[in-house]
Nanobody, 117 residues
Framework: QVQLVESGGGLVQPGGSLRLSCAAS????????MSWYRQAPGKERELVAR?????????NYADSVKGRFTISRDNAMNTVYLQMNSLKPEDTAVYYC?????????WGQGTQVTVSS
């Protein structure tokens, strides 16, 4: 069974950090471009960060998270991560993991991140 399972979300104060994980099963994550998206209430889902197929591969980020968030992947563990530092209230959203290759795409169920004092 193909699955992407996110974990690591929660409630954090402004300025704090969280590390999200996305574990893949049923397929080989190394063959996919991996991304994190987020969707805040009343807003469209937006791309947060993306990493190409190689471990340590090229990355790109939304302007709003550059310098604060880091995406990484461990192909041996079939897992992708999102390290989020200096969190702001506007980072509050459900964060989704996405796996993409030509003709194939998977989504996780999402994990809630709430930044509030």
């Amino acid at each position: 069974q193909v699955q992407l399972v996110e974990s690591g979300g929660g409630l954090v104060q402004p300025g704090g950090s969280l590390r999200l994980s996305c574990a893949a099963s049923g397929f080989t994550l190394s063959r996919y471009v991996m991304s994190w998206y987020r969707q805040a209430p009343g807003k469209e889902r937006e791309l947060v960060a993306r990493i190409l197929t190689n471990t340590g591969g090229s990355t790109n980020y939304a302007d709003s998270v550059k310098g604060r968030f880091t995406i990484s992947r461990d192909n041996a563990m079939n897992t992708v991560y999102l390290q989020m530092n200096s969190l702001k209230p506007e980072d509050t959203a459900v964060y989704y993991c996405n796996a993409l290759k030509l003709g194939d795409e998977y989504w996780g169920q999402g994990t809630q991140v709430t930044v509030s004092s």
